[in-house]
Structure formats: structure tokens, C-alpha cells
């Protein structure tokens, strides 16, 4: 596997972890106004990473600026020592979505092998190639991956919404990508499909080594399975365990304003305080 | 119906090979299998993305464009053919140009479309009574005809529709990416906007080819319901685009035969087993998922 061997050391002194994704200095603008500016972080293979923070924050233009689907308008975005660059194929992308039309007659295995060779020009040509036979074996392999066997060769639009972000996942690893970026795949997903999405994210970091950008809304419920978290408000960001970031002192630094986090005593995390993001950004 | 030219109204053997070639023993009709074939299997092939992507819509104004195009060729004093490929292109890129193109939200090409028809309806009414005296080509371009298909329209046709699958071929997979999931493909490097505005071009290209069997009005026959039924009856996209355009093919062979064989035109034909097969899917589908579900409730 191609990840495996850049990851495994060669056994002499501890290895330094791969770093995976780094912003310098980053910032984007839009209309005038800064998103989110002088950003620093590295995101280190295999990290499992939540990217939270109000509505409006930014944390989706997070993503769009390393797919390089947004130009920076400062700093750098470096994903494995390269700038970030549109299609790149080390970046697995899943997209804010609500679900897909249900009357979209595609198979899952059919929108899984797009992630593998959608955007190839030309036509497949149907057959038993080699190249052929390695694609189907490497979707068939993926789609075990992520649980989804079962009904892959049922058309998307008839599955539920857990069944569909399982099979969108499967797409956006197919490639093997060494970053993952999920907007919001827990959004529209119930309480059972969000603790087992998350936990299958965890494995995906753990097994394959590819670090997972998550954004969420509501962080509690992956929560214990994270590694670090990604704090977007108020124009900055913070980076740091879920320890680190989610307290009293590091919102209230960032938002420029008392902000209080309490932990309930099943473990969940309330934040209160925590000012309207439109004030920020009215100024700027 | 020119029919009556050729000395009475033919009648069916019933022997398959007897009747085949009664079918082929003229000129016009050797010209309309051939030309009815290639525009059957275009029509199929680009149908299947057109209702992929949800486009029957633009599909259908599209088709409309052929009316103003061929009565403002008849006007000039051009052939129609050349017409209705002017007016289906150039709406088509009009149709581009005013809606957005990224596909996720179609109110806006749904609104430039309506638009469009509108107007280009308009424009062939105009031309249709600027030149006086055309009921009876405005009526073939309506309704369509396979009498009067000369050689040099079957060469223009063999050659729109050799242009169009060599372009379809080189987009294919991208084209397919884009109109499943247009986010996803973007974000892959995929030129979502310029494949758009490309299939766009190639639905015109389709239209303005059916038109001239089918009828202006009569086109969605060939373009959508062969692929609405395909993708009825299967999910596998190669194995819908192959069965759209069998279906294609085998409802105009057989309304080419049963419009020789009787006094109604061939529009009539072509269009009633292509909704009789479309229903036909429909119907095969409901009744499996009616046994699957009452599977399920079994077990």
C-alpha cells in the first residue's frame, strides 16, 4: 500500500509523524472582508480532526481553500509539503449536502469508482482489462471497508441517509488520499448513524493512516473519538486537543469576550456565551 | 400521404424476410431506415444523460427551436435541415448562457429556458406567416415524415451525428461525473461549467438531427422516453445507456415499418411505442418492488 510504505520508518530513531496539512500565515478574503486570517496549524497523518465553530465562521472555506478551490489572499496551504492545488488527488472531499435525489438510477459501486476515475477524460471501455479488474477490486475493497457491501449495488437514490454518506466516504477514499475533508457528514444522520460514523471515520484514521478534517456542528457527539479540534470563530482559529481548545480560556481568547464551557456529568461539552458571529463580522 | 404514389396502399405478408424486403425495395424508405437508425441510436445515447442530469426540460424547448428554424430556413430559402441545426445550437448555447450551468439548482436555467421558448415559438410563427402558404411543411416539421428524406440529408445526418458521439466519447466519464454528483467533480478538477455548456451544444446537435424523422414536436419520442425506460429498468450506467438506445432503435424500425404498412404517419407510431414501453417499465418496476416488499414483510 502505497500510504503504508511513505508512513512505515525505516526502524532507526523515533520518526518524527508526518505532517499531512500545514497553514502559514493563511488568510482569505471575500468580498472585502476577511474570513479568517494569519492562520497556523499542522494536521499530522492519521489525526482524526473536528473542525468546529458558529455558522458563517469559515469552516467550510477551510475546505474549499485546501481542495484550492479558493485562492488564498495571504500565507500558504501546504498539503505533503505541496501548495494546494484544485484536484489534487491527495484530498478525498465529501461536500455539505442534503441527500441525493431519489430517483438517481446510479448504483453505489458506480458512484464509488467516479472517485477513482471520474474525472478521467474519454469513455470506459467495457471488458475485463487490467486495469479494469484492479479498479473493480480496489471499489469492491473500499466499499468493505466502510461497511457498505451490502447494499452497493442498490441504486443511491434508494438508500437511507447513514447508507449514503457510508458510500460517499467510500468515494472520497477510493483514490487513497492522504487528507480527508467531510462537511458536515453528520448533519441530517440520527443518533446510532452519528456514533457509528464517527467511529468508522476513527477506524479509517487509524487503519489507513489519512488524516480526517470533520466539520461539525455539534462536537459532543464524536467527541471521544477525536484527536484534536479545530476552532474557527471570530475571524481565528485554535488547534489543539479537545481538552485544550473547548475551555473557557481559549474561546474567550479567541472571541475577544467572556465565553464559559461546562462539562455535564455524562461528559458533554455546553458552551455558553459565546457571542453572534455576524457581530464580528460586521466591523470588518 | 405519399404513399398513395407508389401505386396503392401496401400490405404486411406476415413472413418476416418477405416483408423486410417489401420494406426496403424503395429508395425514400432505404433513406429513412438509415437516416431513422443513426438518429435513433443519437437520440438514445444523448437521452440517457439528458434525463441523468434532469434536463428534459431544456431537451424539450430545445425541440421546439426546430419549428422557427426550419420555417426561417424555408423563408431564406435554405434547406430546413440547416435550419433547425442553427436555431437547436444556437439556443442551446442561449440556454447556457442565461442559466448558471452548475446543475444542483436548475431554477434559473428552468426560468432562462421558459424564457426561450417563449420567444423562439414566437419568432416561428412570424417567419410561418411572413412566408405565406407552408401549412403543408409546417406540418411535416411538426409531425415529422419519412418519405422525403433525400441523400444528401441522409450524408448531413450521418455526419452531425458522427461529430456528436466523437465528442461524447472524449467526455464521457467527466460528463457522467458531473451530472451525478457536480460538487464532488469540481472539486476533482473536473470542468463542471465547460461540460455544461458542451452538453448543452451535443442536446441541440441530437434534437435538430430527431426533428427531421420524428418531428419537431414529436422529438422527446426518441430522446426521452427510450432512456427514461432504460433507466427504469436498470441502474447500471452502461447497461442503461445500451439498452436506451436498443429501445430507441427498435421503436422507430418498428414505427418505420407500421407507418409503410398504413395510412397514419409515422410521428403517431414512433411516439405511442415509446410511451407504451415507457409505461411498460414502469409497470415492471412497480410490480417488483410490490413482490419485494411483500418479500420483506414475509421474512
Given at each position: 500500500m502505497r500510504l503504508a510504505e511513505i508512513v512505515e520508518p525505516p526502524a532507526l530513531a523515533k520518526p518524527a509523524p508526518a505532517i499531512a496539512l500545514s497553514f502559514r500565515g493563511a488568510g482569505v478574503r471575500l468580498g472585502g472582508r476577511w474570513?479568517?486570517?494569519d492562520v497556523d496549524l499542522d494536521v499530522e497523518q492519521g489525526d482524526f480532526v473536528a473542525v468546529v465553530g458558529p455558522n458563517g465562521a469559515g469552516k467550510s472555506t477551510l475546505l474549499k481553500a485546501i481542495l484550492g478551490l479558493l485562492p488564498l489572499s495571504s500565507g500558504s496551504v501546504e498539503i505533503l509539503g505541496h501548495p494546494a492545488t484544485r484536484g489534487n488527488r491527495d484530498v478525498g472531499y465529501l461536500p455539505q449536502r442534503r441527500s441525493f435525489d431519489p430517483d438517481l438510477r446510479i448504483r453505489g459501486v458506480d458512484l464509488v469508482r467516479l472517485g477513482l476515475?471520474?474525472?478521467?477524460?474519454g469513455v470506459p471501455l467495457p471488458g475485463v482489462g487490467h486495469r479494469n479488474t484492479t479498479a473493480r477490486r480496489r471499489v469492491d475493497e473500499v466499499i468493505e471497508l466502510v461497511g457498505a457491501t451490502a447494499y452497493a449495488r442498490r441504486p443511491v437514490g434508494e438508500l437511507s441517509g447513514g447508507e449514503q454518506q457510508r458510500l460517499l466516504i467510500a468515494q472520497a477514499l477510493v483514490s487513497r488520499p492522504s487528507i480527508l475533508l467531510l462537511d458536515e457528514p453528520l448533519d441530517s444522520l440520527d443518533m446510532g448513524n452519528q456514533q457509528s460514523i464517527s467511529a468508522l471515520v476513527q477506524d479509517i484514521c487509524r487503519t489507513q493512516r489519512v488524516a480526517v478534517l470533520l466539520v461539525v456542528h455539534n462536537v459532543n457527539p464524536l467527541i471521544t473519538y477525536l484527536d484534536r479540534v479545530i476552532y474557527v470563530a471570530n475571524g481565528r482559529t485554535a488547534i489543539g486537543s479537545p481538552a485544550e481548545v473547548i475551555t473557557s480560556e481559549t474561546l474567550s481568547r479567541l472571541y475577544d469576550s467572556p465565553v464559559e464551557v461546562f462539562r455535564t456529568k455524562d461528559g458533554r461539552l455546553v458552551v455558553v456565551?459565546?457571542?453572534?458571529v455576524a457581530h464580528f463580522h460586521a466591523d470588518s | 400521404m405519399p404513399i398513395a404514389d407508389f401505386g396503392g396502399q401496401p400490405t404486411p405478408s406476415f413472413d418476416v424476410w418477405a416483408d423486410i424486403q417489401q420494406l426496403l425495395q424503395f429508395h425514400f424508405m432505404q433513406n429513412a431506415f438509415i437516416a431513422g437508425t443513426i438518429v435513433a441510436a443519437l437520440a438514445g445515447l444523448i437521452g440517457y444523460f439528458m434525463v441523468l442530469r434532469g434536463q428534459s426540460f431544456a431537451g424539450h424547448t430545445l425541440s421546439q427551436v426546430g419549428f422557427p428554424g426550419a420555417a426561417g430556413a424555408a423563408l431564406v430559402g435554405v434547406t430546413p435541415a440547416l435550419g433547425l441545426l442553427v436555431f437547436c445550437v444556437g439556443s442551446a448555447l442561449g440556454i447556457a448562457a442565461l442559466?448558471?450551468?452548475?446543475?444542483?439548482?436548475?431554477r434559473a436555467e428552468t426560468a432562462a429556458i421558459g424564457s426561450i421558448l417563449a420567444f423562439t415559438l414566437a419568432v416561428g410563427f412570424l417567419f410561418a406567416s411572413l412566408y405565406g402558404g407552408f401549412v403543408e411543411g409546417v406540418y411535416a416539421f411538426l409531425f415529422?415524415?419519412?418519405?422525403?428524406?433525400?441523400d444528401s440529408q441522409v450524408v448531413m445526418v450521418a455526419a452531425v451525428a458522427a461529430v456528436a458521439v466523437a465528442i461524447l466519447i472524449c467526455i464521457g466519464r467527466p460528463l457522467f461525473f458531473a451530472s451525478v454528483d457536480a460538487e464532488v467533480a469540481a472539486a476533482r478538477g473536473v470542468p463542471v461549467r465547460a461540460l455544461a455548456v458542451a452538453f448543452l451544444v451535443l442536446l441541440g446537435l441530437a434534437v435538430a438531427e430527431t426533428a427531421q424523422i420524428t418531428g419537431t414536436l414529436l422529438v422527446f419520442a426518441l430522446l426521452v422516453a427510450p432512456a427514461a425506460t432504460a433507466q427504469q429498468l436498470t441502474a447500471r450506467p452502461g447497461l442503461g445507456m445500451m439498452l436506451s438506445v436498443v429501445i430507441a432503435l427498435l421503436v422507430t424500425w418498428l414505427g418505420l415499418a407500421i407507418a409503410y404498412f398504413t395510412v397514419y404517419p409515422i410521428g403517431f407510431f414512433v411516439t405511442s411505442l415509446a410511451f407504451a414501453s415507457y409505461l411498460g417499465a414502469r409497470a415492471v418496476r412497480w410490480a417488483t418492488r410490490a413482490s419485494g416488499r411483500r418479500a420483506a414483510a414475509l421474512a
Amino acid at each position: 500500500m502505497r500510504l503504508a510504505e511513505i508512513v512505515e520508518p525505516p526502524a532507526l530513531a523515533k520518526p518524527a509523524p508526518a505532517i499531512a496539512l500545514s497553514f502559514r500565515g493563511a488568510g482569505v478574503r471575500l468580498g472585502g472582508r476577511w474570513i479568517w486570517r494569519d492562520v497556523d496549524l499542522d494536521v499530522e497523518q492519521g489525526d482524526f480532526v473536528a473542525v468546529v465553530g458558529p455558522n458563517g465562521a469559515g469552516k467550510s472555506t477551510l475546505l474549499k481553500a485546501i481542495l484550492g478551490l479558493l485562492p488564498l489572499s495571504s500565507g500558504s496551504v501546504e498539503i505533503l509539503g505541496h501548495p494546494a492545488t484544485r484536484g489534487n488527488r491527495d484530498v478525498g472531499y465529501l461536500p455539505q449536502r442534503r441527500s441525493f435525489d431519489p430517483d438517481l438510477r446510479i448504483r453505489g459501486v458506480d458512484l464509488v469508482r467516479l472517485g477513482l476515475d471520474g474525472s478521467r477524460w474519454g469513455v470506459p471501455l467495457p471488458g475485463v482489462g487490467h486495469r479494469n479488474t484492479t479498479a473493480r477490486r480496489r471499489v469492491d475493497e473500499v466499499i468493505e471497508l466502510v461497511g457498505a457491501t451490502a447494499y452497493a449495488r442498490r441504486p443511491v437514490g434508494e438508500l437511507s441517509g447513514g447508507e449514503q454518506q457510508r458510500l460517499l466516504i467510500a468515494q472520497a477514499l477510493v483514490s487513497r488520499p492522504s487528507i480527508l475533508l467531510l462537511d458536515e457528514p453528520l448533519d441530517s444522520l440520527d443518533m446510532g448513524n452519528q456514533q457509528s460514523i464517527s467511529a468508522l471515520v476513527q477506524d479509517i484514521c487509524r487503519t489507513q493512516r489519512v488524516a480526517v478534517l470533520l466539520v461539525v456542528h455539534n462536537v459532543n457527539p464524536l467527541i471521544t473519538y477525536l484527536d484534536r479540534v479545530i476552532y474557527v470563530a471570530n475571524g481565528r482559529t485554535a488547534i489543539g486537543s479537545p481538552a485544550e481548545v473547548i475551555t473557557s480560556e481559549t474561546l474567550s481568547r479567541l472571541y475577544d469576550s467572556p465565553v464559559e464551557v461546562f462539562r455535564t456529568k455524562d461528559g458533554r461539552l455546553v458552551v455558553v456565551g459565546q457571542p453572534d458571529v455576524a457581530h464580528f463580522h460586521a466591523d470588518s | 400521404m405519399p404513399i398513395a404514389d407508389f401505386g396503392g396502399q401496401p400490405t404486411p405478408s406476415f413472413d418476416v424476410w418477405a416483408d423486410i424486403q417489401q420494406l426496403l425495395q424503395f429508395h425514400f424508405m432505404q433513406n429513412a431506415f438509415i437516416a431513422g437508425t443513426i438518429v435513433a441510436a443519437l437520440a438514445g445515447l444523448i437521452g440517457y444523460f439528458m434525463v441523468l442530469r434532469g434536463q428534459s426540460f431544456a431537451g424539450h424547448t430545445l425541440s421546439q427551436v426546430g419549428f422557427p428554424g426550419a420555417a426561417g430556413a424555408a423563408l431564406v430559402g435554405v434547406t430546413p435541415a440547416l435550419g433547425l441545426l442553427v436555431f437547436c445550437v444556437g439556443s442551446a448555447l442561449g440556454i447556457a448562457a442565461l442559466s448558471d450551468g452548475r446543475g444542483r439548482e436548475r431554477r434559473a436555467e428552468t426560468a432562462a429556458i421558459g424564457s426561450i421558448l417563449a420567444f423562439t415559438l414566437a419568432v416561428g410563427f412570424l417567419f410561418a406567416s411572413l412566408y405565406g402558404g407552408f401549412v403543408e411543411g409546417v406540418y411535416a416539421f411538426l409531425f415529422g415524415t419519412f418519405s422525403g428524406i433525400s441523400d444528401s440529408q441522409v450524408v448531413m445526418v450521418a455526419a452531425v451525428a458522427a461529430v456528436a458521439v466523437a465528442i461524447l466519447i472524449c467526455i464521457g466519464r467527466p460528463l457522467f461525473f458531473a451530472s451525478v454528483d457536480a460538487e464532488v467533480a469540481a472539486a476533482r478538477g473536473v470542468p463542471v461549467r465547460a461540460l455544461a455548456v458542451a452538453f448543452l451544444v451535443l442536446l441541440g446537435l441530437a434534437v435538430a438531427e430527431t426533428a427531421q424523422i420524428t418531428g419537431t414536436l414529436l422529438v422527446f419520442a426518441l430522446l426521452v422516453a427510450p432512456a427514461a425506460t432504460a433507466q427504469q429498468l436498470t441502474a447500471r450506467p452502461g447497461l442503461g445507456m445500451m439498452l436506451s438506445v436498443v429501445i430507441a432503435l427498435l421503436v422507430t424500425w418498428l414505427g418505420l415499418a407500421i407507418a409503410y404498412f398504413t395510412v397514419y404517419p409515422i410521428g403517431f407510431f414512433v411516439t405511442s411505442l415509446a410511451f407504451a414501453s415507457y409505461l411498460g417499465a414502469r409497470a415492471v418496476r412497480w410490480a417488483t418492488r410490490a413482490s419485494g416488499r411483500r418479500a420483506a414483510a414475509l421474512a
